[in-house]
């Protein structure tokens, strides 16, 4: 081979990296899967796992010695974070993650999170369980107007959540008092 064509080559392939580089790294950092890693998602998981210690279920509900089961329904976007999150018991219980794929197993679990992708379900999901003393959770607008008990929102760039005391009372969910003062206060339309 000639070093001219060797040369040509190496422009080629160098311009290609140049050009096709950032594309790759967004692809790679994109949520094609439905699942991110860290980021606000990983602090969700860590909410989520805390709001147990702040939540107490009926005992006809919650048993002694039972785990403790967060469902997600809808896409998944925690991937391996909410285990991670739930890999040490919670105020001496195990932790069990299920991915609701029947209504039925809404019912089973204790802290429910429908993720974004069932933005137009949340109605119809959140009847499911209603009386069914589940702590609902949910990332979408209109979460809490529909029913739903805890509502992560973005405010600038801190994720908070905001807490119905009314649909957790429906529920027969008793709600620390220090939970509901880090919660943000919520209009009736949310």
């Known amino acids: 081979m000639s070093s001219r064509f060797i040369r040509s080559c190496t422009i080629l392939l160098t311009a290609l990296l140049v050009f096709l580089a950032p594309v790759a790294w967004a692809l790679a950092d994109s949520d094609t899967d439905g699942v991110q890693s860290g980021g606000?998602?990983?602090?969700?998981?860590?909410?989520?796992?805390?709001?147990?210690?702040?939540?107490?279920?009926?005992?006809?509900?919650?048993?002694?010695?039972?785990?403790?089961?967060i469902g997600i329904v809808g896409t998944d976007p925690f991937g391996d974070l909410l285990s991670e999150a739930a890999a040490s018991p919670s105020n001496g219980r195990s932790v069990q993650i299920l991915h609701v794929e029947e209504v039925g197993e809404m019912r089973k679990c204790h802290i429910l999170f429908v993720s974004h992708s069932e933005g137009t379900r949340i109605g119809t999901i959140l009847s499911e369980v209603r009386g069914d003393n589940v702590l609902t959770v949910g990332e979408s607008d209109k979460f809490l107007a529909k029913g739903g008990i805890i509502n992560f929102v973005q405010v600038g760039n801190d994720l908070k959540f905001q807490i119905s005391a009314s649909a957790a009372k429906q529920a027969r969910l008793t709600i620390s008092s220090n939970l509901l003062a880090l919660g943000l206060r919520s209009s009736p339309n949310q």
Not at 42 to 68: C, D, E, H, M, T
Request: proline share 7%; charged share 20%; hydrophobic share 45%.
């Open 40 to 69: 606000d998602y990983g602090k969700k998981a860590q909410f989520i796992f805390s709001f147990a210690k702040y939540v107490l279920w009926p005992q006809r509900k919650l048993q002694a010695n039972a785990p403790l089961v």
